[in-house]
């Protein structure tokens, strides 16, 4: 999937690179090779021991130092990831206040570690109090507005952002206030920016969709697969995606035949490992059995059963069990409302049994 360049874009993607390699030297310079090696590895806890020595090296620098500002906001961000808050917290406002000392405090360059925070307060907003993580948003808003206008890439870019916050941090209904204006950018006067065009109907489809508002999902869905299904090199892990949240929506609809339609697309592009034990198209978890629950009974249920050439699932059998008969009972009952990716032979999908899925139920602590 290509994407025009645009200097707009470095800002949200200002935390992965200090302000200029040029000024690095001896151990910052180490341990930034560190932390892009661990932001490859995609491990968490090694990217953030690894910005952890960024921000160690950074530390003797001025507040009014651009690498001393990064190097803040990459560890904020990397202790948020780990769930350290209170600690995210401190070094994103750390960063929040160098960004501004470096660059004033309109340069879109304040944007990130401010969008930084929302997303860190977004996270807290659990109990009710989502008063702070807005506040962050509306700053972010507010500055790209003044700079450019709410018709600019530079605002679309962070409505996009905070709608991906507000959705996937705070499961906050305020989300559409973000998303709407995204897509209304990516769909509209920045379409040629496709891959925006695609996350901002993506987000705003699952955002319908959380809300089981699947007749409003269904073209937002719809529109991000003719994006990434039309792209010069497409991305299948996002299709593949937006096709399993199809499923789910034709399926809530009543539109059997389109959600058949969605679940053999993927088992045409998505090889059938018969070693495997078969995954769903769209998790939801297995229901705990209300006399388990009570009893305090733990255990597990395994299933075997036939995948048809449809995905849906036929010739359930519950082999094995412990703990309660109740636990396969309640696989059952997941197991019917089940769609799985068919298995494609010779171009044509075919029905497969003897598949079998364990199912553990564990109460928590």
Known sequence: MKIKGSKLQVVLLL???LSSMNTLAGELAERFTEYQQALKANDAEKIAAAAE?????????SDSNANYAV???????ALTRVKKLDQAETYLQKSL???RKVYGEDDPRVIDPLLALAGLEAIQSWNGLKGKYRTFIRESLELAEKLEGKDSLLYANVALEAGKIALERAKDSWAI???QPAYDAFSGPHRQYRRKHFFSAFYLGKYYLAREQFAAAEPMLADALQVVDSADSGDSTLEMMTRAFLVKVYEEMGDADSATEQAQAIGRAKPFDMNQEPEPLFRRTVEYPPKAL?????????????????????DIEIIEYDGSEAFGEAVIDFLEE???APRFVDGQPVSTA????KFSFNLAN
């Open 53 to 61: 020595g960024v921000y160690l090296a950074a530390e003797s620098l």
């Open 97 to 99: 206040e160098s960004h």
């Open 177 to 179: 206030s973000y998303l």
């Open 338 to 340: 089940a769609r799985f």
């Open 71 to 77: 190097a803040a906001l990459n560890y904020g961000k």
């Open 15 to 17: 935390s992965l690179v």
């Open 354 to 357: 003897d598949r079998k899925m």
């Open 294 to 314: 009570k009893h305090r009974q733990e255990g597990y249920a395994v299933a075997r059963f036939t995948i048809t050439d449809t995905g849906l699932v036929e």
